[in-house]
């Protein structure tokens, strides 16, 4: 458990209503994996408005809401106000896994085409030349040798934060990530400090979702704008 005072010190929250003094035992954005003392984050996606399920997520045990608007607020649960929940949570997300990233050299892998197989060979050969590495990937996620099925090219930001925090504590060195548009779109990488970024290639895929070309470049080339003067950027 975290206290949700220590941990919203990684934001800046328009207003909080309710105590900050609480114990969290995770969070999550899907209100169908909420469990006691959770908390909630209402994001607003492309098909639904998280907005809809706080009342579901209270029901199952959250007792704090990070939220856009708060609506019919409930005594005894802490509502966190921001202008943007998704990058909020993905803050909060690395603050309460103790901000992972920041513990090994994170490379992000994105593009149109490519992506799983320039990550998945880098993650190859760091391993046989006797490092220590994570892999998140289309295919699978890795962990020094220990494979999972993957359920996303790029998971939600506290799946990620989760899988890093587990990566340092198997004392992985390295963690090579697929980094898609929908995830920087969605501010999933949000809070992530990456050491270097690789870009393949870029078509006219994935317009059924972004708004146009120009918007879907401009959405790739988030992840090298969030790079810090240290790191890396490798382009194709």
């Known amino acids: 458990m975290r206290l949700l005072s220590d941990i919203l010190l990684a934001i800046e929250p328009i207003s909080t209503h309710g105590s900050d003094e609480v114990n969290i ?28 399920y706080i009342e579901k997520a209270i029901e199952l045990g959250a007792t704090v809401i990070l939220c856009e608007e708060i609506v019919a607020p409930k005594e005894g649960v802490t509502y966190i106000l ?53 892999l998140l990937s289309t295919i699978k996620y ?27 504590d198997a004392g992985c060195e390295y963690a090579f990530m697929e980094v898609s548009s929908h995830a920087l779109h969605q501010s999933r990488t949000a809070g992530l400090e990456f050491d270097g970024a690789v870009f393949t290639n870029i078509t006219h895929d994935h317009l059924d979702y ?21 790191a890396f950027a490798l382009v194709n």
């Open 82 to 134: 921001v202008a943007n929940a998704a990058e909020s949570l993905g803050l909060l997300a690395s603050e309460y896994y103790d901000n992972p990233s920041r513990n090994l050299s994170l490379i992000g892998v994105t593009g149109t085409n490519g992506k799983t197989s320039i990550a998945t060979l880098l993650y190859q050969c760091f391993m046989n030349l006797g490092h220590k590495c994570g």
């Open 210 to 230: 972004h708004t146009d070309f120009k918007e879907y470049l401009y959405t790739k080339k988030r992840l090298f704008d969030g790079l810090s003067l240290d």
């Open 25 to 52: 035992a995770g969070m999550t954005l899907d209100s169908r994996a909420v469990e006691e003392n959770y908390l909630f984050a209402a994001t607003r996606g492309a098909t639904t408005d998280g907005h809809l």
């Open 142 to 168: 890795s962990i020094a040798g220990t494979d999972t099925v993957s359920t996303h090219t790029t998971p939600n930001s506290v799946r990620i934060n989760e899988l890093l925090a587990e990566m340092v």
